[in-house]
């Protein structure tokens, strides 16, 4: 049954940063695509950061794009979501997803 756990979520000030991580298991981590997704309070699931199978290549979400990096430690299973200058407006639960399957989610609220 594959896994994924979100870690990292927390309350932080405008301006701050947090790096997520999403440990996967139960399947072969380093052949496959992974995303990021987050969703905010009334508003639709929305795509936040993507990587390829070896971290070669990635697409954010414009709103991000300069202030988010997504990673991957193929060794360790984990993608990564660095994020930096953060945002009232990136308050969310964000949610890692590896093809139809998603972590349980981890809030991250901006706020002073």
């Known amino acids: 049954q594959v896994k994924l756990v979100e870690s990292g979520g927390g309350l932080v000030q405008p301006g701050g940063s947090l790096r997520l991580s999403c440990a996967a298991s139960?399947?072969?981590?380093?052949?496959?695509?992974m995303a990021w997704y987050r969703q905010a309070p009334g508003k639709e699931r929305e795509l936040v950061a993507a990587?390829?199978?070896?971290?070669?290549?990635?697409d954010y979400a414009d709103s991000v794009k300069g202030r988010f990096t997504i990673s991957r430690d193929n060794a360790k299973n984990t993608v990564y979501l660095q994020m930096n200058s953060l945002k009232p407006e990136d308050t969310a639960v964000y949610y890692c997803k590896f093809q139809s399957y998603w972590g349980q989610g981890t809030q991250v609220t901006v706020s002073s």
């Open positions: 139960e399947f072969t981590f380093s052949k496959y695509a």
């Open positions: 990587i390829s199978w070896s971290g070669g290549t990635t």
